[in-house]
């Protein structure tokens, strides 16, 4: 009798510790105003909020794991995280190594330059440029095939954050990355005056994706299943809603692309 209930003393013990067993986000706590970090070190921004909202919704725990972008999905690979929340756009090339659930939100890419710096549709006014880019990031990859090939000379970085220091001082000529990302974090600030958005919007499905979405391991379909559902329900209940409204004043679910 008393080993039956120890037996059970055992298995409602590992039963507990595995419902409180927290799942580990991964994000890149550098790309304000999707995740940044505030003065006392915590993660603050939409993709923290949204992310919070969505596994408060599932009611399960989340911890956040802070990590270089481009070594996110090499850490979803081996199990160092269980997803990846960190405005990752979802790509025919990333579907190779990784599950996308349905988008949370969508945007496109553009040039900052100097103001009345003119940069037309054929791009040919980037030759000789150095245009900053986030290493592993979507721009980076179009960068290289097609600002490169307009003869701009591409310079990879592993934030966002350093680029902008170096278009401060001068190094740089330009960058090119998220429009929402470039208006919040660079051109609303002190370090942006005298710089603009120039040139045409960057959609092309092949680089950019259809949205950004969350990553999970290839063939995570139960959990793929659960965030998706979470997501509908936090778009229909008005959470997401609520955590758009504290960091934009447009629809970025619906953003218009055209």
Known sequence: MKKLVLLSAI???MQVIAVETPVKIGIEAAYPP????????????????????LYAEMKVKCVWIEQEFDSLIP?????????????????EDRKKSVDFTIRYYRTYARLVMKEATTVSDSLHELKGKKIGVQRGSIHNRFAKEVLAAKGAV???????????????????????ADVTLLKDGFLKTNA????????????????FGDGVGIAVRKGDKATLDKINSAIEAILANGEYKKIKDKYFDFDIYSFDLN
């Open 154 to 176: 591409v310079v990879p970085y592993s934030s966002q954050n350093e680029i902008y220091l170096d278009l401060e001082i001068g190094r740089l000529d330009g960058t090119i």
């Open 11 to 13: 298995v409602l013990s």
């Open 192 to 207: 942006g005056k005298g710089y603009a958005f120039v040139g045409p919007r960057f959609t092309d499905v092949k680089y």
């Open 34 to 53: 999707f995740s940044s970090k505030a003065p006392d070190g915590s993660i603050i921004g939409f993709d923290y909020d949204i992310g919070n909202a």
């Open 75 to 91: 850490a979803l690979k081996v199990r160092k995280i269980d997803a990846i929340l960190s405005s990752m756009s979802i790509t």
